[in-house]
């Protein structure tokens, strides 16, 4: 990469959000793909309108994505496919519309993840989150719906919670076009690896459980050296995940 | 392939799991949420004032409250119909003035002048044209006021809490609470009431949500409702109460709807789809002023227009096939003659007649153009003049004209009350049991929800032709 920053204007976000086309359905020759993934109702369907200048419908109740939504846009001279999953609580769980999610984040191999997050209920939303982040290390934080924070006296720290999660965060308020330009500066840098991630590993982890994932990963990792997230399998491993079991043997997770 | 070593995975991730014990799950759960709030406790500050929240619960009260929460449901769903009711009149008549009465002898001169033949002339504009003509006056008015009202209810909050009052009664009929949510969603169209199904989890409860979807009054059946509730129930009290005596006899029919699907729901529950009901964490998203112009631009653009493109694509051939039937003879007689004299007396047992019968046949795919295929099959049976000619689809300049054409046909209160129920209780239409099968997979369970709502419907006409003829 040899883009010399000139000016204060062309580091900044606000001059860049010029560069971005909303390029609707046409996902041709794409650079990267971007998931966005989330609890339900924290506004992905939103977020992906902005970027795409598509219309999912969207609405105020969880569960209202139930497929899987494609679009595109152009930022700079890059294309990214944004992929609209339906909204999660925990990759654990067996309804369809939450296993869609999963096994896009799984199988999928996103160049990017962005986890939205509803900022006035950050502590639920991190469950997720955190699962997320054992799965993948290119992530972002959008935390989205900081105006509802704002009016309910909650102030968030992004920069302790960004270094904790060791993800970027991007605090937007989405129905108001708010923090969308620096979430698609974040997205561009993650995917072109300008900002490498450290994500958060769950660490409040028993010390049997912690040695016998341990043990796994380590097996797992002899035999895919390049699988970023062995511990993941692991967790589900030692769940007895059959779906995991299955993908572990016809290859679909390398 | 060489599986070893990912067999050795696999076994050593077995004796692991003995190792370790049962409480894996819980336990690292546990440790999610522990790290959770640590991370929170570092980063977040909360002002003790919540005033927003004390807000949002204070209405929470009252909406979902024991005594008002179904009162209030109630009058939110009649305050919407009153106004798609209503409001859809003025619009309904100019597009029917338009397309119908302007547009259609323009296309007919049209066409004699560059002298198309007389069976292509009426099969493309007596046919195609007029039943996209009468699909367009009658379902976009009541689409565009419903779809834009809905969706304003859904941005700002109310489903959910709808499910949360409803919750009681799924539980207690053995299936899942979300169910409440793809039954609202069914209220405007069912095929998307199936496809929002997904949010339910256990595959049996996502089954009897699936089966029971159609029991929602769709927005193709809504005008056929609405018209024949203004004719016939308005009819009957004085003029001053006409208007709330049809609204209320709509409401009426889509509360029987809901009360079936309750009724159903439990049957199947107790019967073929036998089961524990599971739980489940339904969230209450604070209410959210909705966004007025995007909301009602997207509902327009998304929902109204891409439903009304359906039923024009299913209108088109049902108006061809319409034309045809009774404009080919066999005997002397059109085949719609032949259909409706020999289904007569069939249609008599439940109430009904020959004509509404072979209308259901003609209409599968798409329910809007029932209305249409009835008064022409009317005017083509009886004989007498008004519209059209022979075998075009046409509607009518006022209400009162329908009434009196249906009147001659041999309608009577009878006639309409059963309409009304077997509008409610048939099948679905095409697009809805296509989707069913792509949900379920299954042709067993595609049939059960196809046949169900049919065998319903034919058994509840029939007991209420049957009671009525004693009573009065």
Known sequence: MDNKVNSACEGCSQYNAKGLKKLGVNTDNIDFVVALAGNPNTGKSTVFNALTGLRQHTGNWPGKTVTRAEGAFEYGTQKYKLVDLPGTYSLLSTSQDEEIARNFILFGKPDVTVIMADACRLERNLNLVLQILEITDKAVLCLNLMDEAKRNNISIDERTLARDLGIPVVPTSARFNEGIPELIKTISEVANGNIICKPHRIKNVPENINKAVKKLSVEIEKEFPTIPNSRWIAFRLLEGDTHIIDALKTGELI | ?472
């Open chain 2, 1 to 472: 392939m060489n599986n070893k070593p990912i067999e050795n995975i696999i076994e050593l991730s077995n004796d692991l799991r003995w190792q370790i014990g049962d409480e894996f799950h819980d336990n690292l759960a546990e440790g999610i949420y522990a790290d959770a709030a640590e991370i929170v406790k570092g980063s977040v500050h909360t002002a003790q004032q919540q005033k927003q929240f004390r807000l949002d619960a204070k209405i929470d009260k009252i909406i979902t409250s024991k005594t008002l929460g179904f009162p209030l449901m109630f009058l939110i769903l009649a305050v919407v119909l009153w106004l798609t009711i209503i409001g859809a009149n003025y619009p309904s008549s100019m597009l029917a003035n338009l397309l119908l009465d302007t547009l259609h002898p323009i296309l007919k001169n049209l066409a004699s002048g560059i002298g198309m033949p007389w069976w292509l002339d009426g099969f493309l504009i007596d046919g195609v044209y007029l039943a996209l003509a009468w699909v367009i006056a009658v379902m976009l008015p009541p689409m565009a006021i419903f779809f834009p009202l809905f969706t304003l209810l859904e941005d700002f909050g109310y489903l959910p809490r709808v499910a949360f009052n409803l919750d009681y009664l799924f539980k207690k009929t053995g299936a899942h609470g979300k169910q409440a949510l793809t039954m609202s969603m069914g209220f405007g169209c069912n095929a998307a009431g199936v496809v929002a199904t997904r949010i339910i989890d256990s595959p049996r409860e996502r089954l009897i949500a699936i089966i029971t979807n159609n029991f929602s009054l769709c927005n193709g059946r809504w005008p056929t409702q609405i018209l024949i509730a203004t004719i016939f129930i308005g009819a009957v009290v004085p003029t001053s109460l006409s208007g709330l005596a049809s609204v209320g006899a709509v409401i009426g029919i889509a509360i029987l709807g809901i009360f079936f699907m309750f009724i159903s729901s439990w049957a199947l529950s107790k019967t073929v789809l036998k089961g524990e009901v599971s739980t489940f964490n339904l969230e209450l998203p604070p209410y959210r002023p909705p966004r007025f112009w995007k909301t009602i631009y997207t509902s327009l653009i998304d929902r109204t227009l891409i439903v009304l493109w359906r039923a024009m694509v299913f209108a088109a051939p049902a108006g061809a096939v319409i034309w045809l039937i009774s404009n080919i003879n066999i005997a002397d007689q059109s085949i719609a003659y032949w259909m409706i004299s020999s289904l007569d007396s069939f249609g008599f047992l439940l109430g009904l007649n020959g004509v509404i019968l072979v209308a259901y046949i003609v209409a599968i795919p798409a329910n809007e153009i029932v209305i249409p295929t009835i008064l022409m099959l009317t005017v083509l049976v009886t004989g007498i003049t008004g519209g059209e000619g022979t075998g075009v689809m046409f509607e009518l300049e006022s209400v009162n004209e329908t009434g009196d054409i249906l009147r001659a046909g041999g309608w009577t209160l009878l006639t309409a009350v059963n309409l009304m129920l077997f509008s409610l209780l048939h099948n679905p239409c095409s697009t809805t049991i296509y989707t069913i099968y792509k949900e379920t997979k299954s042709v067993k369970w595609t049939s059960v929800a196809t046949l169900l709502p049919v065998i319903m419907g034919l058994i509840v006409t029939f007991l209420v032709a049957q009671i009525w003829r004693l009573v009065f």
